[in-house]
């Protein structure tokens, strides 16, 4: 997604969760039309977990925290929930971080939507994306807007009376106040801590899948499904020609398996575009080209090829969703070491590999995806999310969905 743009739920109960390479407060608040909360008691975030439709889960310091909201229990006029996203250390602003939100089906884990704020610099909070009803539908906006003065800043202008805590310990810089505190009989919603430095046990952690972006600085990336890489070293866009090889192996040996790459072209509406497959090898002007179908799977190397001319792509070609099917309805229970990599066209270096560790018994599977930014960049995200279609045509309306 990109800011401002929209997409409608096509699940009951959502989660967004904010992936960066650090730790994130994540916070949800419900609105009234007026834009402003009913209580203290609409502001969702760790201290205060639970309130009516929405609630906070925390990702234990190991994986991303989220807000869920059950769209069909949200009260009569609440019109909106805002997620929020602040540093979890103290005074650390967003420069150089670029989180990640995910809007999920909350009760499969299927991601509807991502979305990455761009330009970000001095905000020490954020409010990412918004869950709102329009018209009697709900619906998910990509939003983006910074605060400099953290979580409270937010909290406050929303309507939520914030008394910040001073700091536990004697060493820690004590922060300015927000706001001035209000009449003692007033209702309090204490702000989230921010300690000085990470909890150790967060700091240690392996990453999580899909935690946090990542780039090529340090050469090539093997991604865990739903993590990103930005397509840029050293700060300059990499080449724009690339292609994505697409390979697996039968499970069991003297089996052939007949699966077909495709790749799927979308608009920043997420309307179809078009689809390059084994049946129509070339499309969008030659910017998308397929190398022809492997009908066994047989052999090392990559099985399939698609090859993308990032800079010829049109301007209204904004996402490319990367797919592989079994038309003849093999499983991929039966198909062993599937995987995608991207490589540079011009030199032929492997800069991204994504491996299928898990197989389910279905026919497709969205094996990646590549979004072209605000900025113009372009970023790769590893999906690894099976669908029941033997066929491109049937992975069009899941893959709208991933992006």
Not at 60 to 69: E, N, S
Not at 82 to 101: K, L, M, N, R, Y
Request: aromatic share 6%; charged share 20%.
């Amino acid at each position: 997604m990109t800011p401002g743009s929209n997409i409608p739920l096509s699940a009951v109960r959502v989660a967004v969760d904010v992936a960066a390479p650090v730790r994130l407060d994540v916070s949800g608040l419900l609105l009234t039309a007026d834009g402003k909360v009913r209580s203290d008691d609409d502001f969702i975030f760790y201290n205060q977990p639970a309130g009516p439709g929405v609630t906070y889960r925390s990702g234990g310091g190991t994986a991303p925290d989220a807000i869920i909201v059950d769209t069909a229990a949200v009260p009569p006029g609440i019109e909106k929930i805002v997620v929020t996203a602040s540093p979890d250390a103290a005074g650390q602003t967003f420069q150089g971080i670029e989180p990640t939100a995910t809007v999920r089906n909350a009760d499969d884990g299927t991601a509807l939507a991502t979305f990455t704020p761009p330009r970000l610099g001095a905000e020490t909070a954020l409010v990412v994306i918004e869950i709102y009803l329009r018209n009697g539908a709900w619906k998910a906006r990509a939003v983006g807007q910074g605060y400099a003065n953290g979580l409270a800043g937010i909290a406050t202008d929303f309507g939520v009376s914030v008394d910040e805590e001073p700091a536990a310990a004697a060493a820690a810089p004590a922060a300015p106040p927000a706001a001035a505190a209000p009449a003692a009989a007033d209702p309090r919603v204490a702000a989230p801590p921010m300690p000085s430095t990470p909890p150790a046990a967060a700091s240690a952690a392996p990453a999580a899948p899909g935690a946090g972006k990542i780039n090529l600085d340090k050469g090539r990336v093997s991604l865990q499904k739903n993590q990103t890489v930005s397509l840029v070293k050293g700060g300059r866009p990499l080449l724009s020609q690339v292609k994505m090889g697409l390979g697996w192996e039968p499970a069991f040996r003297g089996k052939d398996i007949d699966l077909d790459a495709s790749v799927i072209a979308y608009g920043p509406s997420r309307n179809h575009l078009d689809s390059c497959y084994f049946g129509k090898l070339s499309i969008l002007n030659g910017s998308v080209k397929h190398s022809g179908d492997n009908l066994t799977g047989e052999g090392a190397g990559d099985d399939e090829v698609i090859v993308v001319d990032l800079g010829r792509l049109p301007a209204e070609a904004t996402g490319l969703v990367f797919t592989v099917n079994s038309f003849s309805g093999q499983k991929f229970t039966e198909v062993a070491k599937a995987y995608c990599r991207l490589i540079d066209a011009m030199t032929g270096e492997e800069l991204v590999r994504f491996d299928l560790t898990n197989a389910e018994p279905q026919t497709g599977v969205m094996m990646a995806k590549l979004i072209r930014q605000f900025s113009g960049e372009w970023e790769m995200t590893a999906l690894g999310e099976f669908v029941k279609s033997r066929t491109v045509r049937g992975m069009v309306k899941p893959a709208a969905q991933a992006l």
